[in-house]
């Protein structure tokens, strides 16, 4: 599938912070069907039993997957704050492995956003997937003193054109 655009990438979450010491440093694609996707890998200081990731990582992953999802039109002017989700683990989420994220937006009201996100291997089998419910509320309602621009300061250009699954 072809990529669109690239989003930004943050400061210091978890999940996508590139000054974050222990993140992930995940980066995310604007795909040409309205999702995002990221190719990331978990480590092995994110274990739960050996050799499979924390279900709460995974579960991390899903919440910034569908946070993501709500900026695949381009702009990252929507915010929100989880309010639910749900996640079920089909299948043991293992690191050092090649992974794919993607998220997709399925219900937009002028409220909240419900979104769908799924980590698949590189056989595009889902391990683990969730839907996500978000309140959208402007940044200054989520934090007063928080600077998006110097939140989201990393627009990282790469050579990544496609992401597809080994079929």
């Given at each position: 599938?072809?990529?669109?655009?690239?989003?930004?990438?943050?400061?210091?979450?978890?999940?996508?912070?590139?000054?974050?010491?222990?993140?992930?440093?995940?980066?995310?694609?604007?795909?040409?069907?309205?999702?995002?996707?990221?190719l990331f890998r978990m480590r092995e200081d994110l274990q739960?039993?050996?050799?499979?990731?924390?279900?709460?990582?995974?579960?991390?992953?899903?919440?910034?997957?569908?946070?993501?999802?709500?900026?695949?039109?381009?702009?990252?002017?929507?915010?929100?704050?989880?309010?639910?989700?749900?996640?079920?683990?089909?299948?043991p989420v293992r690191y050092d492995e090649d992974l794919i994220?993607?998220?997709?937006?399925?219900?937009?009201?002028?409220?909240?956003?419900?979104?769908?996100?799924?980590?698949?291997?590189?056989?595009?089998?889902?391990?683990?997937?969730?839907?996500?419910?978000?309140?959208?509320?402007?940044?200054?309602?989520?934090?007063?003193?928080?600077?998006?621009?110097?939140?989201?300061?990393?627009?990282?250009?790469?050579?990544?054109?496609?992401?597809n699954f080994e079929n």
């Open positions: 599938m072809k990529v669109v655009s690239k989003q930004r990438n943050s400061r210091n979450c978890f999940i996508c912070g590139m000054d974050n010491k222990i993140g992930l440093h995940a980066q995310f694609y604007n795909m040409e069907d309205g999702s995002v996707m990221t739960s039993f050996p050799e499979r990731t924390h279900g709460g990582i995974s579960a991390t992953m899903i919440d910034e997957l569908g946070l993501r999802a709500m900026w695949t039109g381009g702009t990252e002017d929507v915010y929100g704050v989880t309010t639910s989700f749900t996640v079920k683990f089909r299948k994220g993607r998220g997709k937006v399925i219900k937009n009201t002028h409220m909240s956003i419900v979104t769908h996100a799924e980590i698949l291997n590189k056989k595009g089998e889902v391990l683990v997937e969730g839907d996500v419910t978000y309140l959208k509320l402007p940044v200054e309602k989520i934090n007063k003193n928080v600077d998006v621009a110097h939140e989201l300061p990393y627009l990282i250009e790469d050579d990544i054109k496609e992401i």
